[in-house]
């Protein structure tokens, strides 16, 4: 029992200097200059989109696929135009949505399903919702529905500009 008692107590001893290493670590980071701090931050990972031409209205039509690749042709997606103002929609009614089709859990192909207007996966059969922003709305997937950032000129020429969220399978969305 001396025997148990002792050991307790050195491991104990050893907890309290292991704190007080800890503890001189931290105040040393506090210590630091401001501008050694900022030189030991990690880098934003800012990503420049392009702004690619994806189609014209006129070639939309109401609540059917219009398929796409942005931010490059090894990125399928899909146009779609919803016929009532929606979140993240762009063009003169506000209805016209794009999302990445690769899924965000494994990177299956998604198929839409022009009743309910959702993307789903054949894989583990999450599915988003195209009138609320590619919401997760059943499933696997740890993330919503990476959506596309439309403009719409006065010609009707549909531009994608950027993405909401990572693409499946990338470290960035621009490579
Ligand atoms: Fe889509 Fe698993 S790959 S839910």
């Given at each position: 029992m001396d025997r148990c008692n002792k050991l307790v107590d050195v491991g104990r001893r050893q907890f309290l200097r292991g704190?007080?290493?800890a503890a001189a670590g931290m105040a040393t980071a506090v210590a630091m200059p401001a501008q050694a701090q900022t030189k030991a931050a990690p880098g934003l990972a800012l990503v420049e989109y392009p702004s690619n031409k994806l189609a014209n209205i006129a070639d939309l039509k109401p609540n059917e696929p219009f398929d796409v690749g942005?931010?490059?042709e090894n990125a399928p997606g899909v146009l779609l135009k919803l016929g009532m103002k929606v979140e993240g929609g762009a063009g003169p009614d506000g209805d016209i949505v794009g999302f990445s089709t690769i899924c965000p859990h494994k990177g299956f192909p998604l198929?839409?399903?022009a009743e309910d207007r959702?993307?789903?996966c054949p894989g583990h059969y999450s599915r988003f919702d195209c009138e609320a922003g590619g919401q997760q709305i059943w499933g696997q997937a740890t993330q919503n529905l990476p959506q596309y950032l439309l403009r719409v000129d006065d010609k009707g020429d549909v531009f994608a500009e950027g993405l909401d969220e990572l693409i499946y399978g990338r470290l960035s969305n621009v490579l």
């Amino acid at each position: 029992m001396d025997r148990c008692n002792k050991l307790v107590d050195v491991g104990r001893r050893q907890f309290l200097r292991g704190g007080a290493f800890a503890a001189a670590g931290m105040a040393t980071a506090v210590a630091m200059p401001a501008q050694a701090q900022t030189k030991a931050a990690p880098g934003l990972a800012l990503v420049e989109y392009p702004s690619n031409k994806l189609a014209n209205i006129a070639d939309l039509k109401p609540n059917e696929p219009f398929d796409v690749g942005y931010p490059d042709e090894n990125a399928p997606g899909v146009l779609l135009k919803l016929g009532m103002k929606v979140e993240g929609g762009a063009g003169p009614d506000g209805d016209i949505v794009g999302f990445s089709t690769i899924c965000p859990h494994k990177g299956f192909p998604l198929n839409y399903n022009a009743e309910d207007r959702t993307l789903n996966c054949p894989g583990h059969y999450s599915r988003f919702d195209c009138e609320a922003g590619g919401q997760q709305i059943w499933g696997q997937a740890t993330q919503n529905l990476p959506q596309y950032l439309l403009r719409v000129d006065d010609k009707g020429d549909v531009f994608a500009e950027g993405l909401d969220e990572l693409i499946y399978g990338r470290l960035s969305n621009v490579l």
